[in-house]
């Protein structure tokens, strides 16, 4: 297969899920390609005591009971909402759960205003209407259907983005296992009518800083089992997080470029600073607009790499970094330019005099940024 811009889970760890699924010998549910303990096994990791002949890399970071609690609902019948702050690794999980689950984790439907039934029901192909008529030929089916006629996995992102109308379509799709297609007319057997086939689920996604934009009714909750994915604060798992995300960004793009520890140090010592001024700010006007998520720390460093190999000397400086941070960071002018500026002053400029090491030089790569922006 050519080079692709970014490659699903399953075509990316495709050779580990093979040798994965040849080693299964534990029960499945289902048609699943692989045991509820390899899943969990393919997403958190090996350990040495699993006795493995090969590593298995961990892929997601989090409490692993988030995760037996998501596998542990996609085996019953109820669906799964993954639900959290933006950045949390939601979507990650819900691709990786599909992949290990059924190899096939494209079968997506992004929740907007603008999302309709059609999409997680069926359209129809209009030039075959015209000429044949409305058949199952001429049908176009969703991502959900196919889920449902495949036996996968579905999955529906930011759920809550959609309007209510959008969402109640799920609830029969949960309850019943099937959808109807009044436009067929039914010759006495079940034409039409799309049943599941065992192994389907869904798993949705939720941000919770939504709440109030589309709520769930109560049918629709009580057909999800949800797992709340809380960010992460843990120093330790950020960084192994930001470094596994890095090295995948410098393989990809081929770079040959380091990440000098201090500077990650750095990156994730700020990103904690910012953190605790938001929870003590007393009003949203002094809080960044941004969620300060682990994602938006790598988006900030994935910047600076991509800077200092295209436009600096092929090295990440702490100059770069603290730019980097400034331009990512700054959506709201000058509110948050404000903000970033009373942190470098009160927080950064002290630092940098105790300290030392890299947090000059990225005092001044932040202060030149703000007056660029300015």
Not at 64 to 73: D, H, K, P, Q
Not at 87 to 107: D, F, P, V
Not at 152 to 172: K, N
């Amino acid at each position: 297969m050519s080079e692709l811009l970014r490659a699903p889970a399953e075509i990316k760890y495709a050779e580990e899920l093979d040798w994965l699924e040849s080693i299964d010998d534990n029960p499945k549910p289902f048609s699943w390609r692989l045991s509820p303990k390899m899943v969990r096994l393919f997403i958190l990791g090996s350990e040495r005591a699993d006795g493995l002949d090969r590593e298995v890399s961990q892929k997601w970071f989090g409490d692993r009971s988030f995760v037996e609690r998501s596998i542990v609902t996609l085996a019953s019948d109820r669906g799964l909402l993954l639900i959290g702050d933006p950045g949390t690794g939601k979507s990650w999980l819900a691709e990786l759960l599909s992949a290990a689950i059924c190899r096939n984790s494209t079968l997506v439907v992004q929740g907007t205003a603008g999302t309709t039934e059609d999409h997680i029901k069926y359209s129809w192909n209009v030039s075959m209407v015209i000429a044949k008529g409305q058949s199952r030929e001429s049908m176009i089916p969703s991502p959900i259907m196919t889920a449902m006629e495949t036996g996968a996995i579905g999955r529906f992102e930011e759920l809550t983005r959609s309007t209510s109308d959008v969402q109640d379509a799920l609830i029969s799709i949960l309850s019943e296992k099937y959808v109807s297609v009044p436009e067929l007319e039914s010759g006495g057997g079940d034409d039409n009518i799309v049943f599941a086939k065992p192994g389907f689920s869904i798993i949705a996604t939720a941000n919770s800083r939504d709440r109030g934009v589309n709520d769930l009714s109560s049918a629709l909750k009580r057909r999800f089992n949800f797992v709340r994915i809380p960010v992460v604060t843990n120093k330790k798992s950020e960084a192994e997080i930001v470094r596994f995300r890095t090295e995948e960004l410098l393989r990809r793009h081929a770079i040959d470029l380091d990440v000098p520890p201090t500077l990650l140090d750095v990156l994730l010592q700020s990103f904690a600073d910012l953190r605790a001024s938001a929870a003590a700010a007393g009003s949203d006007d002094e809080k960044l607009e941004s969620a300060l998520s682990t994602a938006e720390q790598i988006g900030v460093l994935e910047d600076a790499v991509l800077h200092g190999n295209f436009f600096g000397e092929r090295a990440l400086t702490a100059r770069t970094l603290a730019s980097s941070l400034v331009g990512s960071l700054t959506r709201r002018e000058p509110e948050d330019l404000a903000i970033l500026n009373k942190y470098l002053h009160g927080v950064v400029e002290p630092r940098s005099k105790e300290e030392g090491g890299a947090w000059p030089e990225f005092l001044e790569g932040g202060r030149d940024a703000i007056a660029t922006l300015s």
